[in-house]
């Protein structure tokens, strides 16, 4: 593929996941501000770090797939269309679907859901195959058993994530099913919809829940979510509310923190937010705080590097959540500052080494 192509291929599939996102009124990855925005940086503070996978290997593809045999690009097309349909199967809420059919509940259709990487995902494999569609090797898709398997493969991931496993003897004991997520306006706190039919006022009924979040398998944690900082877990008897997120059929409010500050019990739908500052707002408040001529990431980036030194995180103990935010923005600064010396070669101060 020539410089000129590539160029057009980066112009197009670089910035259209940003434009659609903006469009539908999609927040950022970490919750605050336009997703257009955040998903077209691709340093790790932001969402379009999610989008680089996809990005350099559609480009690849369009790449090499012309200069391909028959057999090859046909399954290389396989493998692309594969991607766009996994890139669908993100896009749509199928645990909502699963649950329904593990509780035998009633269900009605399938929705859509904001989800970053189904968006990477579909972008990129459909202007992949716009971009190789005229490539001369015919058929398109070549009937075999490895077509069929690379055609399938990248749907397992959103179809494992969202799959219920059969419940355990503890897990019949913890009777909590999670349901419809929502985001508050400031990035990082998220809030969540939780069904159960155990009786709320019982004495254990606390306990049970605060073992139940601590799992895993519960995603109720906001170690366990890549984009939460703070959680705010809403206890419903009403099955339809965690389908709905009808926040006033909450009957009380479990406020978990990720940076170990202490849990919070609320009545009905309680606020956990207003009195907790997370590390992002810390962070969002020092880039404000910054000259308003500096470039976006530059602000980010040496807020952040003010910020840091002065935070005190600790990695997840394995099996127990993914990274904290503090510490993946904070041990990622070396690899954004030599993202940025290549973006703004002149800047003196990024000739500081990196401070973790």
Aim: charged share 20%; net charge neutral.
């Amino acid at each position: 593929m020539n410089k000129s192509r590539l160029l057009l291929w980066t112009l197009i599939a670089w910035p259209l996941p940003a434009l659609i996102a903006g469009a539908l009124g999609w927040q950022s990855v970490w919750g605050s501000g336009s997703a257009m925005t955040d998903y077209l940086i691709p340093i790790p503070v932001a969402g379009g770090v999610f989008h680089l996978p996809t990005f350099v290997l559609s480009a690849v593809a369009v790449m090499v797939l012309p200069n391909l045999g028959p057999a090859g690009a046909s399954r290389l097309r396989a493998l692309i269309f594969g991607i766009a349909i996994a890139g669908v199967l993100w896009l749509l809420n199928l645990d909502q679907l699963f649950r329904a059919l593990q509780n035998g509940e009633p269900f009605t259709r399938l929705q859509w859901q904001q989800n970053p990487l189904g968006l990477f995902f579909l972008c990129d494999a459909l202007l992949a195959l716009r971009f190789t569609a005229a490539a001369p090797q015919r058929p398109w898709l070549r009937f075999e058993v490895l077509t069929l398997a690379l055609l399938l493969l990248p749907s397992l991931m959103p179809l494992q994530m969202a799959m219920p496993r059969a419940k355990t003897a503890e897990e019949k004991q913890l009777q909590f099913t999670a349901g419809a997520s929502d985001r508050d306006k400031t990035r990082g706190n998220e809030l969540l919809m939780v069904y159960t039919p155990m009786d709320m006022n019982a004495p254990d009924f606390r306990q049970l829940a605060e073992r139940w979040v601590e799992k895993s398998g519960s995603m109720a944690h906001p170690r366990f979510h890549i984009s939460a900082e703070d959680l705010a877990v809403m206890f419903t008897a009403n099955r339809d509310a965690i389908q709905r997120f009808n926040a006033a059929q909450a009957v009380v409010t479990l406020c978990l923190y990720e940076d170990g500050a202490a849990l919070r019990w609320l009545p009905g739908a309680g606020d956990c937010f207003s009195e907790h500052t997370s590390f992002s707002e810390r962070l969002r408040a020092a880039a404000i705080a910054r000259p308003p001529e500096e470039a976006a990431e530059l602000r980010r980036y040496f807020a952040a590097r003010e910020l840091c030194p002065m935070e005190k995180f600790a990695s997840v103990p394995s099996g127990q959540g993914l990274q904290m935010t503090s510490a993946f923005v904070c041990e990622g600064l070396p690899q954004d500052l030599e993202q940025l010396r290549l973006k703004f070669p002149d800047e003196a101060r990024l000739k500081e080494p990196a401070r973790p």
